[in-house]
């Protein structure tokens, strides 16, 4: 089996601790290594290292590089443009098609996500993986234990008779509110969109095909220049115009391959400063503390502090993140606009800082 790690990123969620020049993939959230590095040592129990690829933007090479030890440089992709998943995938397909692979079943994962029991994961990959050498597109849901309006969700339909576990997809629900996902979770059959999938490159080039016409045709003249001279700037020029669509939304949802493997796992896309303060041990007042901080009388806090002294009195539910160069301090329940305030941050002059 072979494995993609999407490794793009703007920087945003997790400002000032992530900027433009370092995207979350390359933080230490939890743990000592960086998610990105995390990923790969998932990643390596199922596909190898020389079974990794890694996609990227040209601006991240090297750090993508210093994250991903083991795997081979070749292996690391990067893209000239942002294009969203649907280019992404297609792009290291056409290269795994272009390497005899198109037929190897291929695991599909971001590269910033907690997954608590990898044994449990790596089970359920290995359970899909038998499933999407026969053709089928296999999404991942995971079992909801509440009511997240940070997550994107899958309603499960009937289940394949020839695919025992496995289930069609009535729909994609994008991210929903929170009275929206408790009426989800009350009346049962929906799952979190995990955001992994797995198939062989040669399936999900025919689905784009037939779904994404001008994407395909784009990944065609790819694939007529790899190994050419001109390779690099065909892929310069065709890739920053190709469509810019998620993969789910441009193909998966359409196609008639798609199917679904519920599982229960201990799975976070930690997407923000009050996510990640859910996935973190808490001390007493249900605080998060990071470095050098002091609270008194604060409850329900994130406070982050790379250097200097953090220091609360009274706060409730704020997070307080301490850089080199930046300190922000954000209500939890607002962090969804750190975006907002980079380009208020722009407009008054501290663009350098973003």
């Known amino acids: 089996m072979n494995a993609i790690i999407?490794?793009?990123?703007?920087?945003?969620?997790?400002?000032?601790?992530s900027k433009a020049g370092r995207p979350k993939q390359f933080l230490s959230l939890w743990g000592t290594e960086s998610l990105l590095t995390q990923t790969v040592e998932r990643?390596?129990?199922?596909?190898?290292?020389?079974?990794?690829?890694?996609?990227t933007g040209k601006e991240y090479g090297e750090m993508t590089h210093s994250h991903a030890q083991g795997v081979p440089r070749k292996n690391i992709l990067l893209e000239p443009a942002a294009r969203n998943t649907a280019a992404c995938i297609g792009l290291v397909s056409v290269m795994l098609h272009k390497q005899g692979k198109g037929?190897?079943?291929?695991?599909?994962?971001?590269?910033?996500h907690l997954i608590g029991d990898e044994a449990r994961f790596r089970e359920v990959v290995l359970a899909a993986e038998k499933v999407a050498a026969r053709g089928m597109l296999i999404v991942i849901g995971i079992t909801p234990f509440e009511p997240s309006p940070h997550y994107g969700y899958i309603e499960q339909g009937d289940e394949l008779r020839e695919f025992h576990g496995f289930h069609e997809v009535k729909r994609f629900v994008e991210k929903p509110s929170r009275e929206r996902?408790?009426?989800?979770?009350?009346?049962?059959?929906?799952?979190?969109?995990?955001?992994?999938?797995?198939?062989?490159?040669?399936?999900?080039?025919?689905?784009?095909?037939?779904?994404?016409?001008?994407?395909?045709?784009?990944?065609?003249?790819?694939?007529?220049a790899s190994g050419s001279p001109v390779e690099a700037n065909t892929i310069e020029e065709v890739y920053s115009a190709l469509p810019s669509i998620p993969i789910d939304i441009g193909v998966l949802e359409r196609s008639d391959k798609l199917a679904m493997i519920p599982a229960q796992m201990?799975?976070?896309?930690?997407?923000?400063?009050?996510?990640?303060r859910r996935v973190l041990k808490l001390d007493a007042d249900e605080n998060v503390r990071r470095?050098?901080?002091?609270?008194?009388?604060?409850?329900?806090c994130l406070l982050w502090s790379n250097g200097r002294?953090?220091?609360?009195?009274?706060?409730d539910g704020v997070a307080v993140v301490e850089?080199?160069?930046?300190?922000?301090?954000?209500?939890?329940?607002?962090?969804?606009?750190?975006?907002?305030?980079?380009?208020?941050?722009?407009?008054?002059?501290?663009?350098?800082?973003?």
């Open 181 to 224: 996902a408790q009426q989800m979770l009350d009346m049962g059959g929906y799952y979190w969109n995990a955001g992994i999938f797995l198939w062989t490159p040669d399936a999900i080039l025919e689905a784009i095909r037939m779904e994404m016409p001008l994407l395909y045709e784009g990944l065609m003249k790819i694939l007529e």
């Open 323 to 354: 850089t080199e160069d930046a300190i922000l301090v954000c209500s939890l329940e607002r962090d969804h606009d750190l975006k907002k305030l980079l380009e208020l941050l722009e407009k008054e002059g501290f663009g350098h800082l973003r």
């Open 103 to 112: 037929n190897e079943v291929t695991v599909v994962c971001p590269a910033d």
């Open 291 to 300: 470095g050098n901080t002091v609270a008194l009388g604060s409850k329900r």
């Open 266 to 276: 201990d799975w976070c896309d930690v997407g923000n400063w009050s996510s990640l």
């Open 43 to 55: 990643l390596k129990l199922i596909a190898g290292l020389e079974g990794i690829f890694i996609v």
């Open 6 to 17: 999407m490794a793009g990123g703007s920087g945003t969620r997790f400002w000032p601790l």
């Open 309 to 315: 002294l953090v220091a609360t009195v009274g706060l």
